[in-house]
């Protein structure tokens, strides 16, 4: 049944200006169209992305702005033409919830590349004029193409984080054939995107060497997290130890970071996927030439990478590590995120506590 003249009040968290202070918001979600799909949010992983938009730091916020694009929850309802997804089953949204479903990316199942932009899942302009807003609330309307299954034996407070921090990485993992295994495999960084570099890298049979600038982080890197080998790149002894030994690396760093002594680390031929945001790259000419070595960047990825990513999650056991929390600590787990203080995503626990 389509709710063509139904609007339904939504409640969320929101920021109101760049302090990017969170409070309760209420708005109305689009009508059900016939190809959409309304989901009872019930968990909403936290991201990077909802503190830079959150706080304006990028100075193209609208507010009131409703964060959070690591959507899981239930579907409620369906348009009359979708098919494929039934009321009551679990499903995710991730970082954008339209495209032009016309180009050559869209047509190839890379909406994240659309020739016109995919839509943003908050702070975007939709179609319809309209404003999109995120996950931080307790249900979402979305075409049915933007929404992913989530088996019912996968828990949807690890399903989150996967909708961004997972696909992110695993994303140009696959790409560039990072799935070979007795191949080697550096992670730089080890946090949401990082720890799922590692587990990723770990269920491809390879063999994970965590680079990282906190000696804090190496017992769980290895134990929890099941890497074999921890470097502290502070220590040059440690990191030139390392020279030519790696086949990939995933560089998952925002901060500022040389990439000369990391490139150094790469086998001839190797691979250096960056999906972090430093504020530049720069490095030697030589550093790539000499050993053929590929620099690429990466985003988020595709509807059908997305879909086969959480298959492959459900099917190898494969979970974030999380640590779960109430809407009304949201403010105070931007705060952490900002200081590298989470182990290793956090999740918002809407259906429970968004009142």
């Known amino acids: 049944m389509d709710s063509q003249n139904k609007t339904e009040n939504c409640l969320g968290w929101a920021a109101r200006d760049p302090t990017g202070v969170l409070s309760p918001y209420k708005f109305s979600r689009r009508p059900l169209g016939s190809d959409d799909v309304s989901i009872k949010i019930t968990h909403c992983g936290v991201c990077y992305a909802d503190v830079i938009w959150s706080r304006n730091m990028l100075g193209d916020s ?39 479903r016309n ?22 302009i939709d179609v319809d004029g309209t404003v999109t807003k995120g996950g931080y609330s307790s249900h ?11 088996p019912n034996n996968y828990p949807l407070a690890s399903a989150a984080p996967l909708l ?15 799935n070979q295994p007795g191949k080697s495999l550096g992670v730089i960084g080890l946090g949401g995107l990082g720890h799922m570099a590692v587990k990723f890298g770990k269920a491809f049979g390879l063999s994970v060497t ?31 130890g390392l020279s030519k030994s790696l086949d990939f690396i995933i560089d998952t760093a925002s901060g500022d970071h ?47 990478m ?14 974030p590590q999380i640590e779960v929390i109430p809407i009304q600590y949201a403010n105070e787990a931007l705060e952490r995120l900002v200081k590298k203080d989470v182990k290793y995503r956090f999740v918002i626990d809407i259906e429970n506590t968004l009142k």
């Open 164 to 178: 961004c921090a997972g696909i992110t990485v695993y994303t140009p993992m696959m790409r560039y054939n990072m």
């Open 103 to 124: 180009c050559e990316y869209c047509n190839d199942g890379v909406e994240v590349q659309c020739v016109k932009g995919p839509v943003f899942t908050f702070n975007h």
């Open 210 to 240: 965590v680079l990282s600038t906190s000696t804090s982080k190496k017992e769980e890197a290895l134990s929890l997290l099941g890497a074999d080998n921890f470097v502290v790149t502070s220590d040059q002894e440690q990191v030139k």
């Open 258 to 304: 040389p990439f000369d002594p990391y490139l150094s680390l790469l086998k001839p031929n190797g691979v250096y996927a960056l999906v972090g945001f430093p504020s530049e790259i720069k490095f030697s000419p030589a550093s790539l030439n000499l050993g053929m070595k590929t620099f690429a960047g990466s985003v988020t990825g595709g509807t059908k």
């Open 306 to 319: 997305i879909q086969e990513m959480i298959s492959f999650c459900a099917a190898r056991k494969i979970y």
């Open 62 to 100: 609208i507010y009131p702005l409703v964060p959070g694009h690591e959507i899981a929850g239930i579907v409620k309802e369906v348009g009359s033409n979708v098919q494929r997804i039934k009321v009551g089953d679990h499903v995710g949204v991730g970082t954008y919830v339209n495209s032009c």
């Open 140 to 150: 979402i309307v979305v075409h049915d193409r933007y929404c992913f299954k989530i």
